[in-house]
């Protein structure tokens, strides 16, 4: 069975903070994709990483950034210097079970960068 | 990125009507997923469309409450039958982009049952 667990409900921080939203999950299976989705209050999923199991190699995009390890099943998200746009839930998405693509999410972290 | 319509964006119901919500496509895709969000919840898989067979449901949610078609590879309907206040949620249809490995999502039909 998949299950994705984000242990914090929600964070709150002033603007400029780092803030890192945490994932861990569980699979049986070898070969897996991760994902982070962000739903601002307008509701709209966005898409903001995907990663494969075999890939381990942290990803930085300009404030974002994935750290995946295997060793902990855990992946990562940390925000540099917020901000109040950053607000939104996030949410850790777990797709394994060869091709059917079906997804097991996380709860969701709810994200506040107050000004 | 892959453009997802969805129809109707949110609606107001009575409780035991029945709702289609339409999911347009701007590609032809062979899986499209229903969601649910129930309100301050995660997504739930309602079910799978492939066109041409029947859909794939998942634990918890049967064809008699949840009536899907897929007449086409670029749409979908999904049908919420006999609404209590408990079906009152956002209801989101997903394709799977192959060359991006992206999964793409409508923006979702939020449904308010009274």
């Known amino acids: 069975a998949q299950k994705v667990t984000q242990a914090q409900t929600e964070i709150s921080v002033v603007e400029k903070e780092d803030v890192t939203l945490d994932c861990v999950y569980e699979t049986r299976d070898t070969t897996y994709y991760l994902f982070w989705y962000k739903q601002p209050p307008s509701g709209e999923l966005v898409f903001l990483i995907r990663?494969?199991?075999?890939?381990?190699q942290n990803e930085i995009s300009g404030r974002y950034s994935w750290n995946f390890q295997k060793s902990t099943s855990s992946f990562n998200f940390t925000i540099t210097a917020s901000q109040v746009v950053d607000s939104a839930v996030y949410f850790c998405?777990?797709?394994?079970?060869?091709?059917?693509?079906?997804?097991?999410f996380g709860k969701g972290t709810l994200l506040t960068v107050n000004p | 990125s892959a453009v997802i319509s969805q129809k109707p964006s949110r609606d107001i119901c009575q409780r035991g009507t029945s709702l289609t919500i339409q999911c347009q496509v701007d590609s032809q895709v062979t899986m499209m997923f229903w969601y649910r969000q129930q309100p301050g919840q995660s997504l739930t898989l309602i079910a799978t469309a492939n066109q041409g067979s029947e859909a794939t449901y998942e634990s918890g949610f049967v064809i008699d409450k949840f009536p899907i078609s897929r007449p086409n590879l670029t749409f979908s309907t999904l049908t919420v039958s006999n609404m209590s206040p408990e079906d009152s949620s956002i209801y989101l249809c997903s394709i799977y982009r192959g060359d991006t490995g992206e999964l793409f999502f409508g923006e979702g039909s939020r449904l308010t049952v009274l």
């Open positions: 990663r494969n199991s075999f890939d381990e």
């Open positions: 998405v777990l797709n394994s079970g060869g091709s059917n693509y079906k997804l097991t």
